[in-house]
């Protein structure tokens, strides 16, 4: 008899991801405006860039799963010039994720899906990877605030 135990429900995945979304967001807050745009070491990224891929990833890929669709992957469509239209973007963001997070249902999560033409795997992958990659470049948002003076938010601190 092979019986599967869930480990984590959609809804505290969603929970989850909008946590670090959270926190995502009080760093963005937390960079003065010019260095948002302008600041970079080694060769990496500003923090807009990496704000600009994260903002490309989640909502879009959320609607491509939900809908079905596989689009190009399209960071470039969407050029802001404040912060401030980066955190009404956000906010959005945070919106039509949940808005498509209700139309899953628990069955999508093992479902393949080739996101954006290039991954196939299954939906909870794919979603993990928006999880990792946001971690990731909130990572470099952390050591661009500390180089700055600047104390980031706790990691911890994520409601």
């Known amino acids: 008899m092979n019986t599967a135990t869930q480990i984590i429900s959609s809804k505290d995945l969603l929970k989850h991801w909008q946590?670090?979304?959270?926190?995502?967001?009080r760093v963005i807050e937390a960079f003065p405006e010019k260095d948002f745009f302008e600041f970079s070491i080694g060769g990496m990224r500003p923090f807009s860039e990496l704000t600009s891929e994260l903002l490309a990833i989640g909502a879009p890929a959320m609607k491509e799963i939900?809908?079905?669709?596989?689009k190009p992957y399209d960071e470039a469509s969407k050029k802001l010039s404040?912060?401030?239209?980066?955190?009404?973007?956000?906010?959005e963001a945070t919106e039509e994720i949940?808005?498509?997070?209700?139309?899953?249902?628990d069955e999508n999560f093992s479902q393949?899906?080739?996101?954006?033409?290039?991954?196939?795997?299954?939906v909870i992958e794919n979603i993990f990877y928006f999880i990792d990659?946001?971690?990731?470049?909130r990572g470099q948002g952390y050591v661009y605030l500390r180089i700055l003076g600047i104390e980031p938010p706790f990691f911890w601190e994520r409601g």
Do not use: C, M
Request: glycine residues 6%; charged residues 25%; positive net charge.
């Open 98 to 105: 949940n808005n498509y997070w209700r139309q899953l249902k």
């Open 66 to 70: 939900v809908n079905r669709e596989g």
């Open 112 to 122: 393949t899906f080739n996101l954006f033409g290039q991954y196939e795997f299954p």
């Open 19 to 25: 946590g670090h979304r959270s926190l995502t967001r």
């Open 82 to 91: 404040t912060k401030a239209q980066y955190l009404e973007k956000w906010d």
């Open 133 to 137: 990659n946001e971690i990731h470049h």
